[in-house]
């Protein structure tokens, strides 16, 4: 089980709790404003895009080459970037906060 | 070209009844209450399952040992949002005089702004013997890729046969995706389609070759240029006959052959219908209060100057999101920019425009499992058809959306890395 906290644009930080499946799917559950995941979680719309804080990006895990590719669809993109459809929710994501991109 | 006949203000606090909960209707729900919608806003399906996203139908829910939909939003979100879901319920009339409609259980709901976000059914040809095609209990053996519980009962007869034989009929992407999930689950699969090529109404025949021979790679037995004439059969096993006298053998069988648009309603409250129902620039019908979004419509594309249908994703998200910025008072959207992915197999399989009327295609071929097509009329890049390749696919994107030139020597050019800087320009 892992809590993690979604930072959001239009209601603030929302915390949410989940064992299994995609981050995206996780903040789909849960309503998180800004994560969209059109594509249903296969990398192919870049509408799931997070920002890892500088200090977890180690433990996530930079994007993938078509992952990176992705990203480039959106303008705010950092060094911090992940489309969390890509990441999958596990013990070791518990306690971080995501700050989301759109 | 139509009318621009929406009115220029719409007031917050009005009634809007959303019929068809699927992508584009959902989105619009969502869409609305994020631009400040205050009104009621009430979602009504006829499919009682949870709104859910349909593309993994054909694909992850198919494949994984559990058999689960993929919600678009979680039950709760539609209750925090403050939405009405009506689902399991039909529409069966609108009065459009006095902005009424009625369900199948005979209530009736008014509406101030009316959405048809109807979409399409999947279309069952009237193949002799096809609706004959039962277990012995006397289930349908024969399905459509359309549904979850479509979904639910291929799985449930693909685990049910003896042989695991599928016959898809039809090669388009709802048969080439499932046949590529029930390779993966150790099935037998024959696929055949009418035309000479697979995908041939909407890809060129660079595309069209390397899946088949991807399929055929596979152990897909794909026949094309084959017309089935009759379904026979012999208690649990079926034959599909084609008209040049073969036949293959079936414990099911999956019907892709394409779709038809749900707009009875919209014809019968005479509605423009052309094609799919005509809306404008907004989304909205030949009816000021109604507006239709998604599957269902016919727009008229800025980018490619004609009037198109699309089916998918991305058109209903946009139009979703266009007719929110209408009915909230807000600025229109710059045109969309159609895009569609596929994935079979280890591809993946991501388009970028439409190619229709391209006299150059350039393909790219970055390693021998990673490429691109690229279509222009002239200098105009048309669309990008990307397998295994996000970047060739990205930069289309940009190139189709703000109108830049694409370079073609170096597009041409392998030992030159695509990038925004080498390759396009104002």
């Known amino acids: 089980m892992a809590k993690v906290i979604f930072m959001t644009k239009t209601n603030g930080a929302v915390e949410v709790e989940g064992s299994s499946g995609s981050l995206m799917e996780l903040a789909a559950a849960n309503g998180v404003a800004g994560i969209d995941g059109d594509c249903g979680g296969v990398c192919s719309c870049a509408t799931c895009h997070i920002y890892v804080a500088p200090d977890d990006f180690e433990k996530i895990g930079a994007p993938d080459e078509i992952e990176s590719d992705m990203l480039e669809l959106d303008d705010n993109v950092t060094e911090y970037s992940r489309l969390c459809c890509q990441i999958e929710v596990a013990e070791d994501l518990d306690g971080m906060t995501f700050v989301v991109a759109n | ?426």
């Open chain 2, 1 to 426: 070209m139509m009318q621009n006949i929406h009115s220029p203000t719409h007031s917050l606090d009005l009634n809007i009844v959303i019929i068809g909960a699927s992508h584009a209707g959902v989105n619009l729900a969502f869409n609305l209450r994020q631009q400040g919608w205050l009104g009621s806003i009430t979602l009504i399906d006829s499919d009682p399952e949870l709104p859910y996203h349909r593309p993994p139908l054909s694909k992850k829910t198919l494949q994984a040992s559990d058999t689960l939909s993929t919600p678009l939003k979680a039950e709760k979100a539609y209750t925090d949002n403050n939405l009405v879901l009506r689902l399991g319920q039909t529409v069966t009339a609108i009065d459009k005089q006095a902005n009424v409609i009625t369900l199948d259980d005979g209530s009736r709901l008014t509406f101030d702004k009316l959405v048809l976000a109807t979409g399409c059914s999947a279309f069952i040809p009237p193949i002799p013997g096809l609706s004959d095609t039962l277990d012995e209990a006397g289930n349908p053996q024969y399905f459509a890729m359309r549904t979850f519980a479509d979904a639910k009962a291929i799985k449930a007869a693909l685990n049910n046969s003896t042989n695991k034989q599928v016959v898809i009929i039809g090669g388009g992407y709802i048969g080439l995706e499932s046949a590529s999930s029930f390779v993966a689950l150790g099935a037998d699969v024959t696929v055949i389609e009418k035309q000479d090529k697979i995908l041939s109404r909407v890809t060129s025949s660079v595309m069209s070759d390397f899946l088949t021979q991807l399929h055929l790679d596979k152990g897909v037995a794909l026949h094309t240029g084959k017309d089935v004439v009759e379904i026979q059969h012999q208690g649990n096993k079926h034959l599909v006959v084609c008209s040049d006298g073969t036949h293959y053998p079936a414990d099911f069988i999956l019907v892709g052959v394409g779709v038809r648009l749900n707009t009875q309603l919209a014809s019968d409250a005479l509605l423009t219908i052309e094609q799919g129902i005509k809306v404008n620039d907004v989304c909205q019908t030949s009816h000021p209060d109604i507006f239709a979004i998604g599957d269902c419509t016919t727009y008229f594309s800025k980018i490619y100057q004609r009037w198109i249908r699309l089916e998918s994703v991305q058109n209903a998200v946009d139009q979703a999101k266009s007719v929110a910025q209408c009915l909230t008072n807000k600025a229109p959207l710059a045109p969309a920019v159609p895009w569609f992915w596929s994935d079979q197999y280890e591809y993946k399989l991501q388009i970028v425009g439409l190619s229709h009327g391209y006299d150059e295609l350039i393909v790219r071929e970055d390693s021998p499992t990673q490429f691109s097509v690229w279509y222009f009329n002239a200098e105009q890049l048309l669309c990008v058809e990307a397998v295994n390749n996000s970047k060739a696919y990205v930069l289309g994107m940009q190139a189709i959306k703000q109108n830049l030139q694409v370079n073609k020597q170096v597009l041409k050019d392998t030992t030159t890395a695509l990038t925004k800087t080498s390759l396009l320009s104002e």
